[in-house]
């Protein structure tokens, strides 16, 4: 088994350095923030929690690409209005599906 400092460079340490390589270019881009759908997602989701009247509408969100769908029942098309708009001011949102119903 390899110990611990031979595979990490802390900084300020004194351990024996054997890895000293930096992050590829894909692990930079592939885990920045707004560029994954995971914290696209993320980000709609809390943007519709802090929206005034969208809060707890019962509104599922996926997102594919940066595409975003929203989904399931709604009290009013004024919160399905918000929640579109809400969804869109997101960065990295590429466009929004609307598939949300009135209850």
């Known amino acids: ?3 611990i400092s031979r595979l990490f460079k802390l900084p300020g ?3 024996p350095i054997n ?3 930096q992050p590829s ?8 923030p707004g560029s994954d759908d995971t914290f696209v997602n993320a980000a ?4 519709l929690l802090r929206a005034p009247d969208v809060g707890h509408a019962g ?4 997102t594919s690409r ?3 769908q929203l ?6 098309r004024d919160v399905m209005v918000r929640a579109v708009e809400t969804a869109r001011s997101v960065t990295g949102v590429r466009s929004v599906r609307n598939d949300m119903r009135l209850a």
């Open 19 to 21: 890895a000293s390589r």
């Open 71 to 76: 989904s399931g029942f709604v009290a009013s």
């Open 13 to 15: 340490s004194s351990f």
């Open 59 to 62: 509104i599922h969100v996926s």
């Open 1 to 3: 088994m390899t110990p």
């Open 66 to 68: 940066g595409v975003v």
């Open 25 to 32: 270019a894909f692990a930079r881009v592939a885990f920045a």
């Open 44 to 47: 709609v989701k809390s943007a």
